[in-house]
Nanobody, 122 residues
Framework: QVQAVESAGGLVQAGGSLRLSCAASGRIFSFETMGWYPQASGMQRELVATITTGGNTNYADSVKGRFTISRDSAKNTIYLQMNSLKPEDAAVYYC????????????????WGQGTQVTVSS
């Protein structure tokens, strides 16, 4: 069983910073990408940042220069450093493990964490 275990979010003032983490746990043979997908109330879940096992990163335009995604490969853990937070960044942030296999013969599946709340006060 593969799980995405997210750290707690929090409440910060606009302009503040917060760091999220997500650990991929369980039996994992391989995966291709991990990332963060916030979902604001009444909105669709959307990509904010991803990182491949090779270290390539991708960001939504709205967070470029403010958010940084990084990884600790030995721990199968990713981090999202969020700086200069804005009220519009507030959402439930979901961690995603993309195209993961438990065994090399298995098909690839995507796995989601439970979500962690990020609240930004103005």
């Amino acid at each position: 069983q593969v799980q995405a275990v997210e750290s707690a979010g929090g409440l910060v003032q606009a302009g503040g910073s917060l760091r999220l983490s997500c650990a991929a746990s369980g039996r994992i043979f391989s995966f291709e990408t991990m990332g963060w997908y916030p979902q604001a109330s009444g909105m669709q879940r959307e990509l904010v940042a991803t990182i491949t096992t090779g270290g390539n990163t991708n960001y939504a335009d709205s967070v470029k220069g403010r958010f940084t995604i990084s990884r600790d490969s030995a721990k199968n853990t990713i981090y999202l450093q969020m700086n200069s937070l804005k009220p519009e960044d507030a959402a439930v942030y979901y961690c995603n493990i993309a195209r993961a296999r438990i065994r090399w013969t298995d098909p690839k599946y995507n796995y989601w964490g439970q979500g962690t709340q990020v609240t930004v006060s103005s």
